[in-house]
């Protein structure tokens, strides 16, 4: 394959961009890392994501921001802010439908090169621990509207869930803030889908 950069267009909240953690350790960075090693293609991404936004916040952000007509990849991960605020499933699938219609535009129509990632689990984290049960019922009924609603659009979906559950017991898998997945969680994320986003690209 010809060393041709690609381009990666990020869509999310805190679990995109990285709270808590060095900048180059998020997850789309870590991604557009291991794709250079494997592939030797260099992978210009750009984040459009916040701290605490919500599926709302994010529409409001892509509008503000200079983007280019395409990329090459796209990837979404919403929706904690919007179940950790108590609003309306409805409205949040309503926001996330038009979510998935931006991603498809951005990815010039082209649904194999977009991915949504999964909410991970902030119940099992020092955080979350209080509302654990709560918290895991909640996040269930969110990440399989998502799922269903990426099956209905062919869009795949990338379960990351379980693999947040296991900072309850491994400390160097959540960030300083006890809350947030650290550096060594978003590799296993990216370990987990690597090879399929890979294929995506060729």
């Known amino acids: 394959m010809e060393n041709k950069k690609k ?25 557009a890392d291991g794709i250079r090693k494997k592939i030797d293609t260099d992978v210009e991404v750009r984040i459009i994501a916040q701290n605490a936004w919500r599926t709302d916040d994010l529409q409001r952000g892509i509008k503000r921001a200079d983007l280019e007509e395409r990329y090459d990849l796209v990837s979404l ?3 904690v802010n919007n179940q950790y605020q108590g609003l309306p499933l409805e409205d949040f699938e309503n926001d996330f439908r038009n979510l998935v219609e931006t991603a498809i535009q951005y990815s010039g129509g082209e649904k194999n090169h977009i991915f949504v990632v999964s909410i991970p ?10 509302k654990k049960i709560q918290t895991t019922s909640e996040l269930k009924i969110f990440n399989t509207s998502i ?15 379980d693999i947040s559950l296991e900072a309850e017991i491994k400390e160097e898998y959540r960030a300083k803030d006890d809350l947030h997945p650290s550096g060594e969680q978003y590799a296993v ?3 987990s889908f690597l090879e399929n986003v890979i294929e995506k690209l060729q």
């Open 147 to 161: 799922q269903v609603i990426c099956e209905e659009q062919k869009i795949d979906f990338y379960n990351v869930t």
């Open 189 to 191: 994320w990216v370990s």
């Open 77 to 79: 991960l919403i929706g």
């Open 121 to 130: 689990n902030y119940g099992y984290t020092p955080f979350g621990k209080d």
């Open 7 to 31: 381009t990666y267009l990020a869509l999310g909240d805190s679990y995109t961009i990285g709270t808590s953690i060095a900048f180059s350790d998020n997850f789309p960075n870590q991604l």
